[in-house]
């Protein structure tokens, strides 16, 4: 692997990464309904350590019971869960991999609140209430949003003291920071909404509280969403951030004292562009009756999940915004299935060019996520500076080993991840996994790929 930018460490300011290989948050439902985290989550995030990643970005983890997406995921809103962080980033380290934490918090966009949050809107930066499902919310006050900012500086601080290696503020997505953030959907007239400054505020203010906190030799980077395309389904909404925006929002996040920005896409998550690929009515139908309580568009929206003659209006609204993309960068080296390379060419590196304009504006190291699974096209993307390592989520899902199979020269693994999202649409109700049955010699060992993650269980022997 010598002279491969892939296996070269990548130098932040406080933290050194073995390679440029990062797993991507993924958040799955493995935890206990009050937060407290499983052996599960573990098992699950040494798959990734062992399979050679150079750090691991934790997933979605709330700093607020309130700031949940939904319940089963493990939190860090108060000191009793410090244990639990503490014994995933040992595990992790055993492989020389790094741990860093995703801060997090949902405001509006909360799939299943959670009967602790029963009676309660969701906070947000606005009341309007969230188009796409109609998550209901109410406008954050004052005196919320400078608790929520301490929130996010206790969060670091238990990430800290629990021996993690940084945090990533989770920015982008469509979560609180966006809400923020977005000129598309906050709407508030105080100092945290109207102009870019101020709607940038309140990221800002996390990031200096945080520096206050847990001083400045603790790695913290953000992601955000290059491009809001905040109307991309709902076409009424106004657009939201653009590139240039966020390229602003970067450069004051950066002299507020973030190490790294890793860059995404748009204002709702999943977004018809993240994760972008396929979409599976058959599977949508069976998981989002889960949420069907939860937002006042919910029952519309199942509708057109589960009569196929109402699919054709859904697809045109999922898809319209992909339409617009420009042509990948570049591509990789050629592929002989002429179905996987053309998967490659629509979904790999598909916020590179992005993230080649914010790295082009900031001094700190850029990551990308979307798509990335082919060696050379990663290798292509480091050298030429369009990101300084790439995060990935769904290829290593699908090959937990996928950095060991570059180490092994291979420029692609055997049976790769097709970007079918089937992972993605189960997430709600069943356990995390590729359910892409393709991939596998059958169902059964589909299944027990997936119920891999609870084995050891805690009371092994
Ligand atoms: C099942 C699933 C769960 C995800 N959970 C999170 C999350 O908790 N936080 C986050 O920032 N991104 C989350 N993502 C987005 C990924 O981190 C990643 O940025 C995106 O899927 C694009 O990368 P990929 O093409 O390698 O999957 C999730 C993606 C999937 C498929
Ligand atoms: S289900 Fe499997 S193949 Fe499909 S996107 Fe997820 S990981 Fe990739």
């Not at 599960?40 to 990643?53: C, S």
């Not at 657009?239 to 507020?256: H, R, Y």
Request: net charge negative; glycine share 8%.
């Amino acid at each position: 692997m010598a002279n491969d930018i892939i296996f070269e460490p990548l130098q932040f300011r406080t933290l050194t990464v073995k390679n440029r290989i990062f797993r991507s948050s993924i958040s799955g439902r493995w935890d206990n309904y009050d937060g407290s985290g499983t052996q599960a989550r573990i098992n699950w995030e040494e798959k990734f350590a062992r399979g050679g990643v150079g750090a691991i970005i934790t997933s979605f983890v709330p700093v607020a019971i309130r700031g949940r997406i939904m319940p089963n995921y493990a939190t860090i809103h108060s000191d009793e869960s410090i244990p639990f962080w503490r014994k995933i980033g040992e595990k992790s380290h055993q492989y020389d991999c790094k741990l860093i934490l995703q801060l997090s918090h949902s405001g509006r966009q909360q799939d299943i609140a959670g009967v602790e949050n029963q009676g309660l809107k969701a906070l947000s930066s606005t009341s309007d209430t969230e188009p796409f499902h109609g998550f209901e919310c109410q406008a954050m006050t004052s005196l919320e949003i400078q608790e929520t900012i301490q929130k996010f500086a206790d969060g670091a601080r238990r990430a800290r003291e629990a021996g993690l290696d940084g945090i990533e503020l989770h920015s982008g997505n469509g979560y609180l920071f966006t809400q923020f953030l977005s000129s598309g959907i906050n709407n508030r007239t105080d100092e945290y909404g109207g102009s870019l400054e101020n709607r940038a505020r309140f990221l800002l203010d996390v990031i200096k509280a945080i520096r206050k906190e847990v001083g400045n030799d603790f790695h913290l980077q953000f992601k955000i969403s290059a491009v809001d395309y905040n109307n991309a389904v709902t076409f009424w909404e106004k657009p939201g951030n653009t590139l240039e925006d966020s390229i602003k929002v970067c450069q004051w996040a950066e002299e507020a004292g973030a190490d790294a920005v890793h860059v995404s896409t748009g204002s709702l998550f999943p977004h018809p562009l993240n994760p972008i690929g396929g979409f599976d009515f058959d599977i949508i139908t069976k998981t989002y009756d889960a949420m069907l309580s939860s937002g006042t568009e919910t029952t519309r929206n199942y509708i057109l999940f589960r009569k196929s003659f109402l699919h054709p209006i859904f697809k045109l609204l999922w898809n319209r915004v992909k339409k617009q993309l420009p042509p990948q960068p570049f591509s990789g080296d050629a592929v002989q299935n002429v179905k996987m390379s053309q998967l490659l060419a629509e979904n790999q590196g598909r916020n590179l060019l992005d993230s080649r304009e914010i790295k082009k504006h900031v001094n700190i190291p850029v990551l990308c996520t979307g798509g990335f699974q082919q060696a050379s096209y990663i290798r292509q993307a480091i050298n030429d500076d369009y990101c300084d390592g790439v995060t990935i989520a769904r290829p290593l899902i699908a090959n937990n080993d996928l950095t060991k199979t570059f180490q092994e020269g291979k420029d692609l693994p055997d049976k790769p991840c097709t970007y079918c999202n089937k992972c993605l649409l189960n997430v709600i109700e069943n356990p995390l996994g590729c359910y892409e049955q393709d991939r596998f010699d059958s169902y059964e060992d589909m299944m027990k790929e997936v119920m891999s993650v609870f084995h050891p269980t805690q009371f092994a022997p």
